[in-house]
């Protein structure tokens, strides 16, 4: 689907202290990175329950459980179009990724704002 807004994640090291010669030494740590967040602005091609469905994939309330990490975590690729709507000027892969927020739509239709739905994923790591 199409986004009118993407937040792509940001990627920080942890900061490590180690004493040495009666001062502290600070080195590089495991990286850590934040959500991706996209609102989206035209819905998918096909149904548009793919969000919901991949979310009962991780968590099922009903039956109490849900599939392992390896079977509901995927790839997401983040195409920048040019002006044309074609042309990808820019390309991020994230991988280990997962919708862990769905936020609801806001039906107010009193101001010119799109409705739009807000998907917040989880990411182990970018690839590129």
């Given at each position: 689907f199409l986004c009118q807004v993407v937040k792509a994640p940001d990627i920080e090291l942890d900061d490590v202290e180690h004493g040495d010669a009666g001062y502290m030494v600070k080195t590089a740590g495991m990286e850590k990175t934040s959500k991706l967040s996209?609102?989206?602005?035209?819905?998918?091609?096909?149904?548009?329950?793919?969000?919901?469905?991949?979310?009962?994939?991780?968590?099922?309330?009903?039956?109490?459980?849900?599939?392992?990490?390896?079977?509901?975590?995927?790839?997401?690729?983040?195409?920048?179009?040019?002006?044309?709507?074609?042309?990808?000027?820019?390309?991020?892969?994230?991988?280990?990724?997962?919708?862990?927020?769905?936020?609801?739509?806001?039906?107010?239709?009193?101001?010119?704002d799109n409705t739009v739905e807000n998907v917040e994923f989880s990411v182990d790591r970018p690839i590129n």
């Amino acid at each position: 689907f199409l986004c009118q807004v993407v937040k792509a994640p940001d990627i920080e090291l942890d900061d490590v202290e180690h004493g040495d010669a009666g001062y502290m030494v600070k080195t590089a740590g495991m990286e850590k990175t934040s959500k991706l967040s996209i609102e989206k602005i035209s819905r998918a091609e096909t149904t548009d329950t793919f969000m919901r469905a991949w979310q009962k994939r991780i968590m099922n309330t009903f039956i109490g459980g849900g599939q392992l990490p390896s079977q509901y975590k995927l790839p997401i690729i983040v195409e920048e179009l040019s002006a044309n709507g074609i042309s990808v000027i820019d390309r991020q892969i994230y991988e280990g990724c997962w919708p862990q927020k769905i936020n609801g739509k806001d039906f107010t239709r009193k101001g010119s704002d799109n409705t739009v739905e807000n998907v917040e994923f989880s990411v182990d790591r970018p690839i590129n």
